[in-house]
């Protein structure tokens, strides 16, 4: 055991571990970076040269807060502390983890925003056909809602990924987890319309694994997608800031308004735990309480 050589070097065979050993995502591994590498400018402020205890833990939690950051972020970077120390005990660098005691703050649960049937119909024609570009973004937009997708699932996708005679499109989504999805009726005409002459349009001859690429031919990026998105929602009339996110909160919701059970929205989803899940099930009780509001001659 030893706590030589401070939180840098800690830090760097941490990541080294969750990128080699539990192959997180790429994703995952930048947000884990972005946390670690505030923490330790914290601890170079406070000339802190052997490993942190609970005390200096709980100052920098106080630290953030003071910063403004939501009860949700501390919370994030709380978890990257855990997972760090617990893997620095688990290697005997530490004798103990200075986290056990710490508490995550409160934290009160929100819905999600989501979108109405008219405001999705709304986002689907808000791109048009006329462009190769065009019809590559109502296909984007269509397969979100149809999927539930993440941005970064969507932006991944690859053509060998997509069956459209079965109607089923595989999906890789955190930790390299697979899944299968079922394609809408509506979806896959986009896609038909896409991948018979707009995808060759853009490529121009070239050849690409990905399902959705740029006039340049490599994939489209999150931060792509999400700013075509953003700009397809204003041209909608849609609140600002529409997010990825907000789509997927749709199609979730939607489903559960219509019926499904909320196992398998889980399954569509790719929540490993059902109580991610279920907060769904608290959007629908609160439409349904103000439809009884509304229209009940008692209220």
């Known amino acids: 055991m030893t706590n030589e050589g401070g939180i840098g070097p800690a830090a760097a065979a941490f990541l080294a571990y969750a990128r080699v050993e539990k192959g997180l995502s790429p994703n995952s591994l930048q947000s884990y970076s972005f946390d670690l590498k505030n923490f330790q400018e914290f601890c170079q402020r406070r000339n802190l040269s052997g ?3 609970p005390a200096d833990l709980r100052e920098y939690l106080d630290s953030l807060h003071a910063r403004g950051l939501s009860s949700r972020t501390v919370t994030r970077h709380l978890t990257t502390l855990r997972n760090l120390f617990r893997f620095l005990l688990s290697e005997g660098r530490i004798g103990e983890d200075p986290t056990a005691l710490l508490n995550a703050p409160r934290q009160w649960q929100s819905l999600p925003k989501y979108l109405t049937s008219q405001q999705v119909e709304d986002l689907l024609n808000a791109p048009g056909t006329d462009r190769p570009n065009s019809r590559r973004d109502r296909a984007m937009i269509e397969l979100l809602y149809a999927c539930g997708l993440r941005v ?37 005409e986009a896609l038909r319309e896409y991948l018979s002459d707009a995808r060759p349009a853009l490529l121009k001859a070239r050849s690409s694994p990905y399902l959705f690429v740029t006039a340049r031919g490599g994939p489209i990026t999150r931060q792509g997608f999400w700013k075509l998105l953003n700009g397809y929602g204003r041209k909608a009339g849609i609140f600002r800031n529409l997010t990825p996110h907000v789509v997927r909160h749709s199609f979730a919701t939607h489903l559960l308004e219509g019926g499904a059970d909320l196992r398998s929205v889980q399954t569509m989803l790719g929540h490993a735990d059902i109580a991610t899940t279920q907060i769904y099930t608290h959007v629908v009780r609160e439409r349904l309480k103000g439809v009884v509001q509304r229209h009940h001659p008692r209220n």
């Open 51 to 53: 490993m942190p205890g």
């Open 152 to 188: 970064s699932e969507l932006c991944s996708l690859r053509l060998t990924g997509l069956n459209l005679e079965l109607g089923f499109l595989r999906v890789t989504g955190k930790g390299e987890k697979q899944r299968v999805v079922p394609v809408g009726g509506k979806a896959q």
